[in-house]
């Protein structure tokens, strides 16, 4: 009688080493990570066919059948500030910023943004602010690209997802140019500069008091690419890796609005207008 106790403890500590090696390899990490409501088939990432070829980028496309493949249009309009305000006009494809880096999802993900091949910044949604400052002078060709959350590019008979613009930048007081008089800094009222690096915000953030209808320049030096998005006013801006970017903005409307990055997450100030 004395060996029943050892033999039941012996046949549950089986048992448990059994259910850890199902669930994980005995130690090692589970094998589906995937969000509550995505199904396992969702979650694998099994959405079209891989290719072996890449958008240019590294970037793996991932071919979808004609029919029912998400589709996107761009237009460039002047902003009657400064640079052109681009929308993209998508179908079967809703922009997914929360599972960004997550799973292939039919018709889910971002959109890349390209001057001339070069890529300025990762959309996840269908208005962006293109400033002036971000297009040099001359002809050139605006390029956005639809990408899954595991960013591989979508693609068609073996092409990428894409749609395209011309767009011509013309010098300062010329036809078609951008002249306001003077440099960003000069026209605002207010200049707000700010330094991201190794993730901290310098100097750390603050309110910045304006009245309405003042001008405020948000210029900023980000280490690495990212883009700035002000709240409330749907404004945003390229940050180029180790490049000074300055936005100038009327603040037209009362309010708390926060200035933030979209890959760090960061918030960079915090406009109080009266």
């Known amino acids: 009688m004395t060996d029943r106790p050892a033999r039941t403890a012996a046949l549950l500590a089986l048992a448990l080493l059994l259910a850890c090696a199902a669930a994980t390899g005995c130690g090692g990490r589970a094998t589906t990570h995937h969000k509550p409501g995505t199904s396992h088939e969702q979650a694998s990432g099994n959405t079209g066919t891989l290719l072996t070829t890449d958008d240019g980028a590294g970037h793996r496309l991932r071919e979808v059948p004609a029919e029912g493949a998400p589709e996107v249009r761009l237009t460039a309009r002047p902003d009657s ?128 008091e304006l009245r309405r209808g003042e001008r405020v320049a948000l210029r900023v030096t980000s280490d690495r690419a990212d883009t700035l998005h002000v709240h409330g006013y749907d404004k945003e801006l390229a940050l180029p890796a180790g490049q000074e970017a300055t936005l100038v903005l009327t603040v037209d409307r009362t309010g708390l609005f926060e200035v933030e990055t979209h890959e760090s997450a960061l918030v960079l100030t915090q406009l109080l207008v009266r």
Not at 134 to 155: C, F, K, S
Not at 157 to 184: F, I, R, Y
């Open 81 to 208: 500030e400064d640079g052109w305000n681009l929308q993209l006009a998508v179908k079967n494809f809703r922009f997914t910023p929360d599972s960004a880096g997550g799973a292939a999802l039919p018709g889910a993900g971002h959109a890349h943004l390209e001057l001339d091949g070069r890529k300025l910044a990762r959309l996840y949604g269908p208005w962006f602010h293109l400033p002036a400052a971000q297009v040099p002078e001359g002809a050139h060709t605006l390029t956005v690209r639809l990408y899954a959350d595991d960013h591989t590019a979508w693609a068609v008979s073996g092409k990428p997802v894409e749609g395209a613009t011309p767009l011509t930048a013309t010098a300062p007081g010329q036809p078609g140019g951008h002249d306001h008089g003077g440099t960003p800094q000069e026209q605002a009222d207010r200049t707000v500069t700010v330094t991201v690096r190794d993730g901290k915000v310098s100097p750390a953030p603050a309110r910045t």
